[in-house]
């Protein structure tokens, strides 16, 4: 059985810093493996030991998310090989032209029997790119994934639903979307990091593969910060529980939030 | 008739604010429902133009009707197709925006009609900053939903649709017997994160919450990691969005993860024993203490 | 030269502090405030490769350089000082005299158990009456038919009694001081072999460092390492890597200490504004940003002479002692910015405060270091 990660390596808005001009400025943060891909790996290789599957990670984005230190970030946390498209024209692309570049490498890679992603980018956060990938592939997709098992064409899945867990039975290649807290990711040992230098990094060039283009185009005008309702900041001396109570009660009472 | 909207429903008719956003683009709006026909029979009657129902059998999640979905928005392609956020219309979203190559923007402000295309106020990157977007060509936006109005009289026909569905059935259902929250609706909401130390806690915080007449949410640690309630209760960035009148964060640290589920309240309250948490620098009033001795006081200063 | 860690050293870094993060800073308070051995810790540690991390794999280890070994005992440290030196004892005193003074029978049946943290080791040297002044010490090696015969008591001897294995340093020729000291692999097990009682620290807390004893205790032949009176080379050679890891240890309680003085300068409010906008405390702030990173510096250039096959005893020393003394400036100086708060139980400030003093003292004291350091400046 062939199993695909697709995975992202981006920066946390965490770390970047926004303008008075709403411009965003990137250049303090450092990127990493997006917050969740590490849960979708570890629940894509839990399974791809149950079942001795082969397990490739996959990323496509613009400068910097074919770095050695990228692929062996990735390849350390239990992927068997990775396949990278890196390409400027990526940088800042939407989740459609994303997972239409997915889905030409899963195209090529071949004989792919599931695709997993985390359940969504620390940056764009859209939970877009595995359905719009699915869509592309003709495959069905599933949120919310907390449980896989089965094996390649029938696969047993969990997931998550408001108020409780649905079991599904899932027939042919699928595209799941792991769920936040699906998995506890491993931390990557030293022998695993070490090793991770030695497994395979395929860059694959976007000018070779055949993504149909857009028609739709996007293009950015301008930049602005969200109006941000301002706070009142104020701090109210709480070494008296109850008097603090008491003031906080007033208060809000005065403000007509109570 | 050349529908200028198309509206993607799955489960449940929520879909008030697309309709209302589709409509406000001019040009005809149309509905296609991947649900049971309830759901259509609900969106038939709200005021739209046209309902296509893609009928499946009873086991088959709507995620599965991605097909007659994809079908169905491409046989008429429209400007905007437009779903609401929840994972089951994603995936169909997902596929009409693959079968149209459209565009696809998730965190619209506003939606103005451009020429053939539209212009998106796009919020971006944990809701930082705000893109203006101009969009030529197909663009399917995820929107908050909301609750479905009911436009009177007999409704639009219900136009069956018959794609067989992608192979996806339910096998089992269980519920874990959390309350399910209300938080879309509340106007006070009462958030605990990691300063709480035990589940029986809890106890305290449901006491306030009668006090106060409030819902209780978490953060993303006491939802997933600690399980103490139900993950419709978290508040965040992958969860939900709220603006009650009051949220009163206790114990939560004020990470942008939490608090940009928060921007649209208009009041907040944090306690935390951490002078150096970032919560009180967007909260409006802040107490540093101990939850422990607080929460129990503000409980008995309301009654 | 350059002053870029490679790829597996940024990754191993940043693995090392999410382990640290998730796993061991959440129990260093408790294990100070209860003086309690980090137990639990011991197993992860082994999972994560981190017990014999420069041993060759084929002996256990995880193969990596000298220079990751060093900046995980730091992000260890950063997180619990215990935890470091636990880590940094076992793998550096312990492992490292018996893989370069072991014969191959001896590096078979102890070096893969430690490197992959099944087994945890200790080093025995120091005494009542002989710290700084090893080669005083009075602890004997009597030879006998079967082996030897070991009699004398060691003090602050850390890991026991957890240890399973330790390198005891004892006189097989007391008449020739120094030169008639040797060096043996003692197992925990062993008749005559005891452990005292725990010793109650101002720092370190978590780190067990009770006095042992021997009384006629028994052992092998082959239990001894080395040459007959090599022992105090073996010793003094053992603690020139050792204190290397020390300095990592210190550079990690110095770098917490400074975080930690940068996160509250920046909430604290005074007169109005952060005290971080305050002249006073920036010049605090820039002097500790300073000398930790020269202290880094430091640590760094003495584990990459080991990668580079390089002298490194004077590097070593000038690391530790400078990396030793920055820890305890900067914790104090971090107290100083905390003010009454950095006082008290609730900020971790002064738990790095009393763990930095130690680094001062052992594996060398600084004076040590100094006569190393002036012994080859002056030559």
Same mark, same amino acid.
Request: proline share 5%; hydrophobic share 45%.
């Given at each position: 059985?062939?199993?695909?990660?697709?995975?992202?390596?981006?920066?946390?808005?965490?770390?970047?810093?926004?303008?008075?001009?709403?411009?965003?400025?990137?250049?303090?943060?450092?990127?990493?493996?997006?917050?969740?891909?590490?849960?979708?790996?570890?629940?894509?290789?839990q399974?791809?030991?149950?079942?001795?599957?082969?397990?490739?990670?996959?990323?496509?984005?613009?400068?910097?998310?074919g770095?050695?230190?990228a692929?062996?970030?990735?390849l350390?946390?239990?992927?068997?090989?990775?396949?990278?498209?890196?390409?400027?024209s990526?940088?800042?692309?939407?989740?459609?032209?994303?997972?239409? %570049?997915?889905?030409?490498?899963?195209r090529?890679?071949?004989?792919?029997?599931?695709?997993?992603?985390?359940?969504?980018?620390?940056?764009?956060?859209?939970?877009m790119?595995?359905?719009?990938?699915?869509?592309?592939?003709?495959?069905?997709?599933?949120?919310?994934?907390?449980?896989?098992?089965?094996?390649?064409?029938?696969?047993?899945?969990?997931?998550?639903?408001?108020?409780?867990v649905?079991?599904?039975?899932?027939?042919?290649?699928?595209?799941?979307?792991?769920?936040?807290?699906?998995?506890?990711?491993?931390?990557?040992?030293?022998?695993?990091?070490?090793?991770?230098a030695?497994?395979?990094?395929?860059?694959?060039?976007?000018?070779?593969?055949?993504?149909?283009?857009?028609?739709?185009?996007?293009?950015?005008?301008?930049?602005?910060?969200?109006?941000?309702?301002?706070?009142?900041?104020?701090?109210?001396?709480?070494?008296?529980?109850a008097?603090?109570?008491?003031?906080?009660?007033?208060?809000?009472r005065?403000?007509?939030?109570? | 008739?050349?529908?200028?909207?198309?509206?993607v %429903?799955?489960d449940?008719?929520?879909?008030?604010?697309?309709?209302?956003?589709?409509?406000?683009l001019g040009?005809?709006?149309?509905?296609?429902?991947?649900?049971?026909?309830?759901?259509?029979?609900?969106?038939?009657a709200?005021?739209?133009?046209?309902?296509?129902?893609?009928?499946?059998?009873?086991?088959?999640?709507?995620?599965a009707?991605a097909?007659?979905?994809?079908?169905?928005?491409?046989?008429?392609?429209?400007?905007?197709?437009?779903?609401?956020r929840?994972p089951?219309?994603?995936?169909?979203?997902g596929?009409?925006a693959?079968?149209?190559k459209?565009?696809?923007?998730?965190?619209?402000?506003?939606?103005?009609?451009?020429?053939?295309?539209?212009?998106?106020?796009?919020?971006v990157?944990?809701?930082?900053?705000?893109?203006?977007?101009?969009?030529?060509?197909?663009?399917?936006?995820?929107?908050?939903?909301?609750?479905?109005?009911?436009?009177?009289?007999?409704?639009?026909?219900?136009?069956?649709?018959?794609?067989?569905?992608?192979?996806?059935?339910?096998?089992?259902?269980?519920?874990?017997?959390?309350?399910?929250?209300?938080?879309?609706?509340?106007?006070?909401?009462?958030?605990?994160?990691?300063?709480?130390?035990?589940?029986?806690?809890?106890?305290?915080?449901?006491?306030?919450?009668?006090?106060?007449?409030?819902?209780?949410?978490?953060?993303?640690?006491?939802?997933?990691?600690?399980n103490?309630?139900?993950?419709?209760?978290?508040?965040?960035?992958?969860?939900?969005?709220?603006?009650?009148?009051?949220?009163?964060?206790?114990?939560?640290?004020?990470?942008?993860?939490?608090?940009?589920?928060?921007?649209?309240?208009?009041?907040?309250?944090?306690?935390?024993?951490?002078?150096?948490?970032? %919560?009180?620098?967007?909260?409006?009033?802040?107490?540093?203490?101990?939850?422990?001795?607080?929460?129990?006081?503000?409980?008995?200063?309301?009654? | 030269?350059?002053?870029?860690?490679?790829?597996?050293?940024?990754?191993?870094?940043?693995?090392?502090?999410?382990?640290?993060?998730?796993?061991?800073?959440?129990?260093?308070?408790?294990?100070?405030?209860?003086?309690?051995?980090?137990?639990?810790?011991?197993?992860r540690?082994?999972?994560?490769?981190?017990?014999?991390?420069?041993?060759?794999?084929?002996?256990?280890?995880a193969?990596?350089?000298?220079?990751?070994?060093?900046?995980a005992?730091?992000?260890?440290?950063r997180?619990?000082?215990?935890?470091?030196?636990?880590?940094?004892?076992?793998?550096?005193?312990?492992?490292?005299?018996?893989?370069?003074?072991?014969?191959?029978?001896q590096?078979?049946?102890?070096?893969?158990?430690?490197a992959?943290?099944?087994?945890?080791?200790?080093?025995?040297?120091?005494?009542?009456?002989?710290?700084?002044?090893?080669?005083?010490?009075t602890?004997?090696?009597?030879?006998?038919?079967?082996?030897?015969?070991?009699?004398?008591?060691?003090?602050?001897?850390?890991n026991?009694?957890?240890?399973? %294995?330790?390198?005891?340093?004892?006189?097989?020729?007391?008449?020739?001081?120094?030169?008639?000291?040797?060096?043996?692999?003692?197992?925990?097990?062993?008749?005559?072999?005891?452990?005292?009682?725990?010793?109650?620290?101002?720092?370190?807390?978590?780190?067990?460092?009770p006095?042992?004893?021997?009384?006629?205790?028994?052992?092998?032949?082959?239990?001894?390492?080395?040459?007959?009176?090599?022992?105090?080379?073996?010793?003094?050679?053992?603690?020139?890597?050792?204190?290397i890891?020390?300095?990592?240890?210190?550079?990690?309680?110095?770098?917490?200490?400074?975080?930690?003085?940068?996160?509250?300068?920046?909430?604290?409010?005074?007169?109005g504004?952060?005290?971080?906008?305050?002249?006073?405390?920036?010049?605090?702030?820039?002097?500790?940003?300073?000398?930790?990173?020269?202290?880094?510096?430091?640590?760094?250039?003495?584990?990459?002479?080991?990668?580079?096959?390089?002298p490194y005893?004077?590097?070593?020393?000038?690391?530790?002692?400078?990396?030793?003394?920055?820890?305890?400036?900067v914790?104090?100086?971090?107290?100083?910015i905390?003010?009454?708060?950095?006082?008290?139980?609730?900020?971790?400030?002064?738990?790095?405060?009393?763990?930095?003093?130690?680094?001062?003292?052992?594996?060398?004291?600084?004076?040590?270091?100094?006569?190393?350091?002036?012994?080859?400046?002056?030559?």
């Open positions: 059985m062939r199993i695909v990660v697709a995975y992202k390596w981006t920066c946390d808005p965490e770390e970047a810093t926004v303008g008075a001009d709403g411009t965003v400025d990137w250049s303090r943060a450092k990127p990493g493996l997006s917050a969740y891909d590490p849960v979708a790996i570890e629940l894509a290789r399974f791809a030991d149950a079942t001795g599957a082969e397990l490739i990670g996959v990323t496509v984005g613009g400068k910097g998310v770095t050695p230190i692929a062996k970030a990735a350390g946390r239990g992927l068997d090989r990775v396949v990278i498209v890196e390409d400027a990526l940088a800042g692309a939407g989740p459609s032209e994303l997972a239409a %570049v997915l889905a030409e490498v899963i090529q890679i071949g004989d792919v029997d599931l695709v997993l992603t985390g359940d969504s980018s620390v940056d764009v956060a859209a939970k790119v595995p359905t719009v990938l699915a869509g592309t592939l003709g495959w069905p997709a599933v949120a919310e994934v907390t449980s896989i098992s089965g094996q390649a064409g029938e696969l047993r899945v969990e997931r998550a639903i408001p108020g409780g649905q079991v599904l039975k899932v027939r042919g290649p699928a595209v799941l979307a792991a769920a936040a807290d699906a998995a506890v990711p491993r931390i990557p040992g030293m022998k695993d990091l070490l090793a991770a030695k497994k395979p990094a395929e860059h694959a060039e976007l000018a070779a593969l055949t993504v149909p283009a857009r028609a739709a185009v996007m293009t950015v005008t301008g930049w602005s910060r969200p109006e941000r309702k301002a706070r009142k900041g104020q701090l109210i001396d709480a070494s008296d529980p008097q603090a109570a008491g003031e906080l009660i007033t208060a809000l005065q403000a007509d939030a109570l | 008739m050349s529908v200028n909207a198309w509206i %429903v799955g449940q008719p929520t879909v008030g604010n697309l309709i209302a956003v589709a409509r406000s040009g005809p709006v149309g509905a296609v429902v991947a649900g049971p026909r309830s759901v259509a029979e609900t969106v038939a709200s005021g739209v133009d046209q309902v296509l129902w893609c009928s499946a059998p009873a086991d088959v999640p709507a995620e009707n097909p007659a979905v994809a079908d169905a928005v491409a046989a008429d392609p429209p400007r905007v197709v437009l779903a609401g929840n089951g219309e994603r995936v169909l979203l596929a009409a693959a079968r149209l459209a565009a696809v923007l998730t965190g619209a402000r506003s939606v103005t009609v451009d020429g053939d295309g539209v212009v998106v106020v796009n919020a990157f944990g809701d930082i900053a705000e893109q203006t977007v101009a969009v030529s060509g197909p663009v399917a936006l995820l929107l908050d939903g909301g609750p479905i109005p009911s436009a009177g009289g007999t409704g639009v026909p219900i136009e069956e649709v018959c794609v067989p569905p992608l192979g996806v059935t339910v096998t089992e259902t269980r519920m874990h017997g959390f309350d399910q929250a209300d938080l879309s609706s509340a106007r006070r909401v009462i958030g605990v994160g990691r300063g709480l130390k035990a589940r029986e806690d809890l106890t305290m915080i449901e006491e306030l919450a009668r006090a106060l007449e409030a819902e209780i949410a978490c953060s993303r640690p006491v939802a997933e990691g600690l103490w309630m139900g993950k419709d209760r978290y508040i965040g960035s992958s969860g939900a969005r709220i603006a009650p009148r009051l949220y009163l964060a206790i114990g939560i640290s004020g990470q942008l993860q939490h608090m940009v589920g928060l921007t649209g309240a208009e009041t907040i309250v944090a306690i935390n024993t951490d002078p150096n948490a970032a %919560v009180f620098s967007q909260a409006d009033y802040g107490l540093v203490g101990d939850l422990y001795q607080l929460v129990p006081a503000i409980t008995a200063a309301l009654k | 030269m350059d002053f870029e860690l490679t790829d597996e050293q940024q990754l191993i870094r940043d693995a090392v502090r999410e382990f640290a993060e998730a796993e061991v800073a959440p129990i260093a308070a408790e294990i100070d405030r209860n003086h309690r051995f980090p137990h639990e810790l011991l197993p540690l082994a999972e994560m490769n981190l017990m014999g991390m420069p041993y060759p794999e084929k002996l256990g280890g193969g990596a350089d000298y220079l990751s070994y060093v900046i005992v730091e992000e260890l440290s997180a619990c000082a215990s935890t470091g030196v636990i880590l940094s004892a076992h793998a550096s005193l312990a492992t490292w005299p018996i893989y370069k003074f072991g014969t191959e029978a590096q078979e049946r102890y070096v893969p158990d430690m992959s943290g099944r087994r945890l080791g200790a080093f025995a040297l120091t005494e009542p009456a002989a710290g700084t002044d090893a080669g005083a010490g602890a004997t090696a009597t030879r006998h038919a079967d082996g030897y015969v070991l009699n004398g008591s060691k003090m602050f001897i850390t026991a009694p957890y240890a399973e %294995v330790y390198i005891v340093f004892a006189k097989t020729d007391p008449d020739r001081g120094a030169r008639g000291m040797s060096a043996f692999i003692l197992e925990k097990d062993t008749p005559g072999f005891s452990v005292g009682e725990a010793e109650h620290k101002l720092g370190i807390r978590g780190s067990s460092t006095p042992i004893y021997f009384t006629d205790c028994h052992i092998p032949g082959e239990a001894l390492l080395g040459e007959e009176g090599e022992g105090f080379k073996i010793a003094m050679q053992t603690l020139d890597g050792g204190r890891g020390i300095a990592a240890q210190a550079l990690g309680i110095a770098q917490a200490a400074l975080d930690a003085a940068v996160s509250y300068a920046k909430e604290r409010v005074q007169f504004k952060p005290i971080a906008s305050l002249q006073a405390i920036q010049w605090m702030i820039a002097d500790m940003a300073t000398e930790v990173d020269a202290a880094r510096l430091l640590v760094y250039r003495a584990a990459s002479c080991v990668d580079n096959g390089r005893s004077t590097e070593g020393a000038m690391a530790k002692l400078f990396a030793s003394e920055t820890a305890t400036r914790a104090g100086k971090a107290i100083q905390h003010g009454g708060y950095g006082y008290t139980e609730s900020y971790p400030v002064e738990r790095n405060y009393r763990d930095a003093k130690i680094t001062e003292i052992y594996e060398g004291t600084s004076e040590v270091q100094r006569m190393v350091i002036s012994r080859s400046a002056l030559r």
